[in-house]
């Protein structure tokens, strides 16, 4: 059983940044792809960024590509989202979730999930 836990989310003006930090629980972290959903009020939850169990391969959404950076502390069992020049679209609740498969986009391949962030941007 993995547990997760974010962390990091608020409200920022347009153009500012947050680092969203997802801790986990468990001795194989480092075994699972991580990832960032976001869901904003009346949409759909969507794909936002992916990193494999080493950090070697990242994968991010067109929306937030130059934008954000996903990372990963496999020695701190923690991921982390790095979002900077923030835009009001951006206001959603920020998932992360973990795999032991490959890093995939796809939502219903995660196994488990956090409880989410808010961060809300102000234009």
């Known amino acids: 059983q993995v547990q997760l836990v974010e962390s990091g989310g608020g409200l920022v003006q347009a153009g500012g940044s947050l680092r969203l930090s997802c801790a986990t629980s468990g001795r194989t972290f480092s075994s699972y792809a991580m990832s960032w959903f976001r869901q904003a009020p009346g949409k759909e939850r969507e794909f936002v960024a992916a990193t494999s169990w080493s950090g070697g391969i990242t994968s991010y959404a067109d929306s937030v590509k130059g934008r954000f950076t996903i990372s990963r502390d496999n020695a701190k069992n923690t991921v982390y989202l790095q979002m900077n020049s923030l835009k009001a679209e951006d206001t959603a609740v920020y998932y992360c979730?973990?795999?032991?498969?490959?890093?995939?986009?796809?939502?219903?391949?995660?196994?488990?999930w956090g409880q989410g962030t808010q961060v809300t941007v102000s234009s």
């Open positions: 979730a973990a795999t032991k498969s490959t890093v995939t986009t796809r939502m219903y391949d995660y196994d488990y």
